[in-house]
């Protein structure tokens, strides 16, 4: 069959790798793609969020089967414009999406079917926050209600700071239309986790689990970025925490989803934070994470394309996946600067260096090819460089040693990643 993925990050990369690798896949498109992905199949100049090219481009191609990789398309509605010229797309309808496009509607799908997250409220305007901030003497979290590409979570060790941050949001505007509501919550304490989930609308077929890395710096410092680094599975997650985690929040969620008519089809995504009063919910995703895919992605064993089109079809209940059974470490190489500015168009050299290594493979995410055809940065996540061992130790071993082998001006990476695997 043809395929068509929609994306161009690092995440869509792992993910061109595994489609390209299915019996069924016959020809694999990109929209847009990025030079990574253009090694699995043809990437066409279609924006993400570009939905009505994208739906003209797949009916021109006769394209099978859309697989859709980032956030906005699928909070835009491309899985119900697709369906509605007869094309089959992999990811929830637009209302479904609201999970994680609508910090609000995620809480309150929380809140009425009992599902453990942080105690907060939603806000639309700025003197409510300000009152209620200022009523506050605790660590509070300050949130964008809408999509801001993994940056738009303050964590504020006092109220003060939280109230710069509500400013910063909804006065100053940083994050556009996103910030017009806010999320105000206590702040959790514990170890994140990342579940991911293929949901048909009634059955969950849970994934290895994943732990990604949100701030910038070391010893998880400084502003929150759209993860610096993963690997799999997360030792900290018991069989046990598994068990309750899927039953007071996956089977509560897809449950309520259903009860509220949005159905929910494709990836979801749960963060979950670790906490002494056990599991709770820090948000909701509706897609693969970036950059938990690219340590899944090279454990993944099973035909990634069969349990999508099974995920579509309503029959995950006839799907076994089969995993390696060693760990995975990706660490993200990212632009100097990020997730502040930085400069794109910094050559890359050594990626064929690293590859070079057994079991090392390198996921691009913000790259371009240039004039002069050499591989330069495009973007603050850059490379994600990843590697399998026999122990997680090893892995992240590997995985630092194929970063050393490669190079670009201002290249930053964390020193960390896995660490706390290992301890
Ligand atoms: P989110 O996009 O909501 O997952 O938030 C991004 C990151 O901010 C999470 O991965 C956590 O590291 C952190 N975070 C979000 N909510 C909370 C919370 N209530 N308590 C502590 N940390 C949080
Ligand atoms: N790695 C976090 C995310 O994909 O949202």
């Not at 956030?71 to 007869?86: C, F, K, S, Y």
Request: proline share 4%; with cysteine.
């Amino acid at each position: 069959m043809k395929v068509l993925l929609v994306g161009s990050g690092g995440r869509e990369h792992a993910l061109a790798w595994k489609l390209s690798k299915s019996r069924l896949c016959k020809h694999l498109y990109i929209a847009p793609g990025n030079p990574g992905t253009a090694q699995y199949g043809t990437n066409v100049d279609i924006a993400d969020t570009d939905i009505p090219a994208i739906v003209k481009y797949a009916q021109s191609k006769k394209i099978d089967f859309v697989v859709v990789g980032p956030e906005d398309p699928l909070a835009q509605g491309i899985v119900d414009d697709l369906a509605g010229v007869g094309i089959k797309a992999f990811g929830p309808s637009k209302q479904a999406a609201q999970l994680e496009a609508d910090k609000g509607f995620a809480k309150d799908v929380m809140r009425s079917n009992a599902i453990p997250t942080a105690e907060g409220r939603v806000f639309d305007n700025f003197s409510d926050v300000q009152s209620f901030i200022s009523s506050r003497d605790s660590a509070l979290v300050v949130k964008a209600a809408g999509l801001a590409k993994g940056k738009g979570v303050f964590v504020c060790d006092d109220p003060d700071e939280a109230l710069i941050a509500a400013e910063r949001i909804m006065k100053e505007g940083i994050f556009g239309q996103a910030g017009n509501e806010l999320v105000v919550e206590e702040k959790l304490v514990g170890q994140e986790v990342s579940i991911l989930a293929f949901v048909d609308g009634r059955t969950i077929y849970v994934m290895e689990s994943s732990q990604d890395h949100k701030p910038i710096g070391d010893g998880d410092t400084g502003l929150n970025t759209g993860g610096m680094g993963a690997y799999s599975p997360a030792p900290v997650l018991t069989d046990k925490l598994m068990d309750q985690i899927q039953r007071e929040v996956l089977v509560p969620i897809i449950d309520g989803m259903n009860r509220n008519d949005t159905p929910y089809v494709g990836i979801l995504y749960a963060g979950m934070m670790l906490t002494a009063g056990g599991p709770k919910v820090l948000e909701f995703n509706v897609r693969f994470g970036d950059p938990e895919t690219q340590p899944i992605m090279m454990r993944l064993k099973s035909d990634l394309l069969e349990v999508m089109l099974a995920t579509v079809d309503g029959t995950l209940d006839k799907v076994t996946l089969e995993w390696d059974t060693r760990p995975s470490v990706c660490v993200v190489m990212s632009s100097g600067g990020y997730p502040g500015s930085y400069e794109n168009g910094k050559v890359i050299a050594g990626i064929d260096r690293a590859e070079a290594l057994e079991g090392v493979k390198v996921f691009q995410g913000g790259t371009e090819v240039n004039e002069d055809a050499q591989l330069v940065t495009k973007g603050g996540r850059v490379l994600g460089v990843t590697a399998v061992g026999d122990t997680i130790a090893l892995a992240q071993e590997l995985a630092y040693k194929a970063v050393k082998l490669i190079e670009f001006d201002g290249a930053y990476c964390r020193s960390d990643i896995a660490a706390k695997a290992i301890k």
